[in-house]
């Protein structure tokens, strides 16, 4: 697939490094914002075109531009980070720029080239590395492509935005909480068979919200959706995977069956543990299991995993049909590790399977 030379147009407004470190102090997730973007258009007998670096500015769209009114949109989501020497190491890029173009496939848009994905992406990096926060923190990198095409009949649109904008950011949750607790919905569902759940569309996220507003109203800081056909067997949280640890050393997670997204965060924590000989095994468990496993001590440890929230124990669980803690409800000792193995090899501090970490060039 050809693609265009990406034109670098260095934004003059840039930040001073005064007004970079003071946003730079406690940058949270998702509120603060780089000075560039990286775009590019695509358009029905042209392919893409007009692929540049530019500051970061509002879109001019169109009202009947397709992603307002039939949520033809997808995203990624990854992380640049501080390596040793100066270096900035990107986690598995390759990963999410496939998994991208399976959710454009999935959501009937255009597919962009790995090479034009990750030249975008390290463009970007490169312009905004000063954003970089230092010691645990990262930027977090948000590839988009949405409908920009203004027409109203509901099919594939002929024009698309491409996108890339970049976050500096701490933890996910606030005051980076050891353990989080989960509201098990079971009658909101956020993806069936045949539909999108396996793509990384906005839509997805769109239909986990009113789940997740009732976790919040239940004191719960994320919700864990069920199957959609038996409400009974647990799938993912609203933006993690999660795993179960068992007390005889088996690992165990729900499997890719279409419903859930293809975590790469999932996948590397698989492949981790296979290495090192623990059983782990990709399949359904069911939300009452859960309850017992917990309640007899059989589970010891569950943990959720993504991009955005790295590794995180789960404590607590609440549903109608009562609530349990999973070990002491703080998080346990193999989630810590698997965590901070994790983090090190991102950070170029563990060495982890070859070419899971690629270096930005200058
Ligand atoms: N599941 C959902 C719904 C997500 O939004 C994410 C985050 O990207 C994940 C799982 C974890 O995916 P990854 O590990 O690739 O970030
Ligand atoms: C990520 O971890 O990258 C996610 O997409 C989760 C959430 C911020 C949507």
Same mark, same amino acid.
């Given at each position: 697939m050809l693609h265009p030379t990406l034109e670098v147009l260095p934004n003059p407004e840039s930040r001073s490094t005064e007004e970079r470190e003071k946003l730079l102090v406690d940058p949270g997730f998702g509120r603060v914002f780089t000075d560039h973007m990286a775009v590019a258009i695509w358009t029905r007998g042209? +392919?893409?075109?007009?692929a540049a670096l530019t500051a970061r500015k509002p879109f001019v769209l169109?009202?009947?531009?397709?992603v307002l009114h039939y949520a033809q949109e997808i995203f990624e989501g990854m992380k640049a980070y501080r390596a040793q020497h100066g270096a900035i190491n990107l986690f598995r890029p390759e990963q999410n720029a496939r998994r991208f173009n399976a959710s454009a496939r999935r959501m009937a848009m255009p597919e962009i080239s790995e090479e034009m994905f990750l030249e975008a992406v390290e463009t970007l990096v490169r312009a905004d590395?000063?954003?970089?926060?230092?010691?645990?923190g990262s930027l977090y990198l948000r590839p988009f492509m949405f409908?920009?095409?203004?027409?109203?009949?509901?099919?594939?649109?002929?024009e698309f935005t491409f996108c890339v904008i970049a976050s500096p950011a701490g933890a996910y949750f606030k005051g980076g909480k050891s353990a989080v607790s989960l509201w098990v919905s079971?009658?909101?569902?956020r993806a069936g068979p045949g +539909?999108?759940?396996?793509a990384k569309c906005g839509g997805n996220y769109a239909a986990s919200l009113a789940a997740q507003a009732e976790a919040y109203e239940q004191g719960c800081d994320q919700v864990v959706f069920l199957d959609a056909?038996?409400?009974r067997w647990v799938d993912e949280l609203g933006g993690m995977n999660l795993f179960f640890v068992f007390d005889d050393g088996r690992v165990a997670t729900p499997p890719l069956?279409?419903?859930?997204l293809p975590g790469i965060t999932r996948a590397s924590i698989i492949e981790l543990l296979r290495r090192r000989g623990v059983e782990v095994n990709e399949e359904s468990y069911a939300i009452d299991q859960w309850q017992a496993d917990a309640r007899s001590g059989r589970l010891s440890e569950a943990f959720a995993c993504g991009t955005a929230a790295v590794v995180t124990a789960v404590g607590r669980v609440k549903g109608r049909s009562g609530d349990w803690t999973i070990g002491?409800?703080?998080?346990g000792t193999f989630t810590a590790a698997i965590r901070n193995e994790l983090i090190g090899i991102q950070r170029g501090l563990v060495e982890g399977p070859d070419g899971w970490v690629r270096q930005v060039r200058r």
């Open positions: 042209q +392919g893409w075109h007009s169109d009202p009947a531009a397709g590395r000063d954003w970089i926060p230092d010691g645990e409908a920009s095409e203004a027409f109203l009949g509901v099919r594939p649109a002929e079971d009658h909101l569902n +539909g999108t759940g396996a056909v038996e409400h069956e279409g419903t859930i002491n409800g703080d998080g």
